[in-house]
């Protein structure tokens, strides 16, 4: 029997303490969360443990942002009722969908106020911020002073009239809430004054150079070009000192003289807890938290949307630095957004994927929403979303290529050998080639996560299951077993490797499918379960005369009506925001009662409908008004059909001038109204004894 060799992959254990921007407790996570942070992420942490690193997963609710009191205040609760509502939820769903946090904490808890309130203490005792009393926005109705989302704005960069007092949505400047040109309040719609107040301020101006040679010189061809990109021009543009300290009763109190009344601001706080949530899992695992967090050798790697990056590549690394005994970031990977259905995603007005929905709607489906957000991952640019793609996707190629090549696998081995791997004879040059082409997956799947192209990685991914369909379709054992067995044997061993390479190099992507694969293959806590390294080193990943199990089927299909349910849920929430978006016209012009009594509108009936021809708006009716009957063009033919509105009683102008529209003279008006979804409905009498003729006065 031939054998086959591959080069030692030669991989270091190191440290890694990796981060994912904490959610806003105020709302479930969506799609939008999970393609931009959360699952190149787990991708990145899944692999790294696969290689024998050392792994931290760090993550947590952000519970001190103003979204959160504005909620609270709108549904009548405290803050409290809606963290410790959305925590849960939010936890709970990415333990379903397979995040593997090594610990998921919150900043409402204890471990996080007082690792926070140390470290603005620990700057505020080396001198490391500015103290000013400077003049906020002040809502004199409300009796507070404005923290930067109760106030919107026209933003002084893009001019978009609803920027909000700490960022612009729409070109994603960081803003201060006095930046904003015609400042409203959005608690009581006034326009707020200026009153002074005293609050705490890191001078990042200080941190300039520090952020130049760093960043702009250290990173210039490491970072992504949209995060690098965003950081040289905040840095260019001149930083100036930024508040650490708000006029809220909501967060952590300011721990300093002079801070009563005081929270620490968002910003500063929420960072602080990737630092309180590794102390909280060190704290339970019996580990020293330090190393991950101030040894050199330990890589410092924060996943973030790209609304983050100044917060994580200047704001965040100035704190550390002022600090002094932390690392810093040896990567920002921030993706783009994610659209959905050709529109930007908007919690507010429910145009989202709902995690929990999605995970109730679509069970044990976990896999194929990682597949495709993965695919679509939006890391160089915004990308798009759409129920369409997400079916093509999962039929195409999760269960026509992927499932397809495991199923016929594990049939055909059932079949011909009752489950039992075969001996194999001899390799022929396109069983060698093909062994070798797995060898080499690991470093070229590998090669892509490091650089952080979990697009491509995913995919390369894919052309191993592709690789094992080809080899089965051109090698046709089915055919050869007819007239030589010992090939077989050796075709069906050759597929049986691929098949095990591809449980354990899909598990950072499809963990479910993973965990389903391995206990198909009965390697599952086994001698015979491989590590990533394994795959390119080991020359047998499945031995011969090994038992595996029955197929079972790894992905199913996605029908049409299961894509259409998903899409009418967004056009009802598409009418539902036009109708509450829908303007109420204002009133007109006053008019005299002589103008009113000019009017002559009757009631009458509908005798007669036909749509005129060449037309889609008009319908041609006869009217029979009890002063005689005429015939009126109305353009109602898009919302009712002429058999629908024969027998109508309705509202006419009577007295109108005739009109004449397409070669039909019109001899008066027929009152309609329209609802805010946009469907025209008469206005008429419902009393039975208003006969045609009455006079509406």
């Avoid at 908007?346 to 993965?374: C, G, H, I, M």
């Amino acid at each position: 029997m031939r054998t086959f060799t591959a080069s030692k992959q030669n991989i270091m254990s190191k440290r890694y303490t990796i981060t994912t921007a904490l959610p806003y407790t105020n709302g479930p996570i969506h799609i939008g969360h999970l393609a931009g942070v959360y699952v190149p992420a787990d991708i990145y942490a899944r692999y790294l443990r696969l290689t024998g690193n050392d792994v931290v997963l760090i993550g947590g609710s952000d519970e001190h942002g103003v979204p959160i009191t504005i909620k609270a205040k709108n549904e009548g609760v405290t803050p409290q009722d809606i963290v410790d509502k959305y925590h849960a939820i939010i936890k709970k769903s990415f333990e379903d969908f397979g995040i593997s946090f090594d610990n998921y904490s919150r900043t409402s808890a204890p471990i996080h106020h007082k690792t926070a309130s140390a470290f603005f203490k620990t700057l505020n005792e080396k001198g490391e911020f500015i103290e000013e009393t400077t003049e906020q926005l002040y809502d004199a109705e409300a009796n507070q002073f404005l923290a930067d989302r109760f106030v919107t704005g026209t933003c002084p960069k893009c001019g978009n009239e609803e920027a909000y007092g700490d960022q612009c949505e729409k070109c994603g400047t960081s803003l201060n809430a006095t930046d904003l040109i015609n400042p409203k309040s959005t608690l009581t719609g006034n326009t707020p004054t200026l009153k002074e107040t005293k609050h705490w301020f890191l001078p990042l101006n200080k941190h300039e150079d520090f952020l130049k040679k760093w960043i702009l010189e250290g990173h210039k061809k490491d970072w992504k070009p949209n995060v690098y990109g965003q950081v040289k021009s905040w840095i260019d543009d001149g930083l100036r000192p930024r508040a650490v300290t708000r006029d809220l009763d909501w967060g952590i109190p300011v721990p300093a003289e002079g801070g009563e009344g005081k929270v620490l601001y968002v910003w500063f706080d929420a960072p602080i807890g990737y630092i309180s949530s590794t102390i909280e899992w060190a704290e339970r695992e019996g580990k020293d938290w330090e190393p991950y967090w101030k040894d050199e050798d330990t890589k410092l790697i924060h996943f973030i949307g790209k609304d983050n990056i100044v917060f994580h590549c200047i704001i965040f690394p100035s704190m550390l630095k002022a600090e002094g005994s932390y690392i810093l970031p040896e990567n920002v990977p921030a993706n783009e957004f994610l659209n959905l259905e050709g529109n930007k995603l908007s919690t507010s007005k429910n145009w989202a994927v709902w995690l929990p929905e999605y995970l109730e709607e679509f069970p044990d489906q976990q896999d194929v929403l990682r597949y495709v957000l993965t695919a679509n991952a939006p890391e160089t640019k915004d990308n798009d979303f759409t129920w369409k793609d997400f079916q093509a996707r999962n039929n195409n190629e999760l269960v026509a290529i992927f499932g397809n090549f495991i199923n016929r696998v594990v049939v055909l081995t059932n079949k011909y050998y009752d489950g039992v791997v075969p001996e194999p004879s001899d390799f022929t040059d396109v069983d060698l080639e093909t062994l070798a082409a797995v060898k080499a997956y690991p470093n070229v799947i590998a090669s892509s996560i490091e650089r952080y192209r979990f697009r491509e990685a995913g995919q390369e991914l894919m052309n191993l299951a592709r690789l094992g369909n080809k080899y089965l379709a051109d090698a046709e054992p089915w055919k050869v077993i007819k007239e030589d067995e010992a090939r077989t044997k050796t075709i069906m061993y050759v597929a049986l490797q691929i098949a095990s390479a591809l449980a354990t190099l899909s598990e950072p992507f499809l963990p479910f499918t993973s965990t389903k694969l391995k206990g198909i293959l009965n390697v599952s806590s086994s001698a015979v379960e491989n590590s990533w390294n394994d795959i390119s080193e080991k020359e047998v990943l499945l031995p011969a005369n090994h038992q595996i199990g029955k197929a079972e089927l790894l992905f199913s299909k996605i029908e049409d009506k299961t894509i259409q349910e998903q899409l009418d849920k967004l056009e009802a929430s598409k009418k539902a925001n036009e109708a509450a978006n829908k303007a109420i016209e204002p009133q007109k012009d006053v008019i005299t009662f002589e103008d009113f009594t000019k009017l002559d509108i009757r009631v009458g009936t509908i005798l007669e409908a036909e749509k005129m021809p060449k037309t889609k708006k008009l319908l041609v009716l006869k009217v029979d008004t009890g002063i005689d009957t005429r015939t009126i063009v109305s353009g109602i033919a898009e919302s009712f059909s002429p058999e629908e509105v024969v027998g109508k009683k309705v509202t006419v102008l009577v007295n109108l001038a005739p009109r004449k529209l397409r070669g039909v003279e019109s001899q008066g008006m027929i009152l309609m109204t329209e609802t805010p979804e946009g469907k025209l409905v008469f206005v008429n009498p419902d009393n039975e004894k208003a006969s045609n003729g009455l006079q509406i006065s």
